[in-house]
């Protein structure tokens, strides 16, 4: 179940400024340590020290194929790449292009694959408004709409979710 607060866009220069907009709740951030935890009581067989280095060396492994210039994908979750943040505006030549006055950094994208695909999503997600009693605040001075950021690799029009 998929739990939302209501947030209000209050930035001055959206179009969207007033109306209301749903964010997932977020009700806790699964470590690495608590992954391995859950996957031993899922009976993989292993200690939940053994998923624990198995998934470290992972992460270690995807950053550095990322580094390399390579997409990683793990079915039914995520394609992993990254891209380039470039400056607003860019180089108005190739001659005047520069890393150190066009490029703002480099950031990780995240594609979602198979299952994780909006449209299965969609089918799969049950959402229920949160309760009142979170600790969930109801505006946010963002520019509305889409939650989350980067590359969702899926249609914004959305279907059929279970309310």
């Known amino acids: 179940m998929i739990s939302y607060v209501l947030k ?12 209301w907009f749903a964010y997932p709740e977020i009700k806790e951030t699964v470590t690495l ?3 391995a935890e859950l ?12 998923v624990n280095g198995l998934l470290t060396d992972m992460v270690s ?11 990683v994908k793990i079915a039914d979750l995520a ?8 400056t607003k505006g860019g180089a108005k030549s190739k ?25 299965s999503l969609n089918l799969e997600a049950s959402l229920m408004k ?23 690799g899926g249609s914004s029009e959305g279907g059929p979710v279970n309310p």
């Not at 520069?98 to 480099?106: L, P």
């Open 79 to 86: 394609i992993f790449s990254l891209g380039i943040k470039n």
């Open 8 to 19: 209000q866009n209050k930035n001055p220069q959206s179009v969207s400024k007033g109306n």
């Open 130 to 152: 949160a309760s009142a009693n979170t600790n969930s605040h109801s505006e946010t001075t963002g520019g509305g709409g889409n939650s989350g950021g980067g590359n969702s």
């Open 39 to 50: 996957m031993c009581l899922h009976n993989t067989g292993f200690s939940k020290g053994s």
């Open 33 to 35: 340590s608590k992954l």
């Open 61 to 71: 492994i995807i950053k550095e194929q990322l580094l390399e210039g390579k997409n």
């Open 95 to 119: 001659e005047d292009f520069s890393v150190a006055k066009n490029i703002q950094g480099v950031k990780l994208r995240a594609r979602a694959t198979g299952d994780l695909i909006t449209k």
